[in-house]
Nanobody
Framework: VQLQASGGGLVQAGDSLRLSCAAS????????MGWFRQAPGKEREFVATINSSNRRTDYADSVKGRFTISRDNAKNTVYLQMNNLKPEDTAVYYC??????????WGQGTLVTVSS
């Protein structure tokens, strides 16, 4: 199983970025997908998730109203649209594949840096 995240970079506060995660080696349609992040010196934290079936989404309070998670099952890809970025969003963002309540697979991460 591979989860290949991309789209990170250096942006200014208020800018937008879209992260992508291409999945391979797993039945993508049957997995919930999500994003976590880890800022320097901090623990990894949940960002967003989207169900496999009803596409229900859930977000961390810190990103609600600014981030949107979506998926394209035809492309085996999950996205994270990030708007109005803040310096506190600076982190390595990890794509994850979830089956039920368990996170089975993790990607390698993509770095997002937001300057003030």
């Amino acid at each position: 199983v591979q989860l290949q995240a991309s789209g990170g970079g250096l942006v200014q506060a208020g800018d937008s970025l879209r992260l992508s995660c291409a999945a391979s080696g797993l039945p993508f349609r049957t997995y919930g997908m999500g994003w976590f992040r880890q800022a320097p010196g901090k623990e990894r934290e949940f960002v967003a998730t989207i169900n496999s079936s009803n596409r229900r989404t859930d977000y961390a309070d810190s990103v609600k109203g600014r981030f949107t998670i979506s998926r394209d099952n035809a492309k085996n890809t999950v996205y994270l649209q990030m708007n109005n970025l803040k310096p506190e969003d600076t982190a390595v963002y990890y794509c994850v594949a979830r089956y039920g309540f368990e996170y089975h697979y993790w990607g390698q991460g993509t770095l997002v840096t937001v300057s003030s």
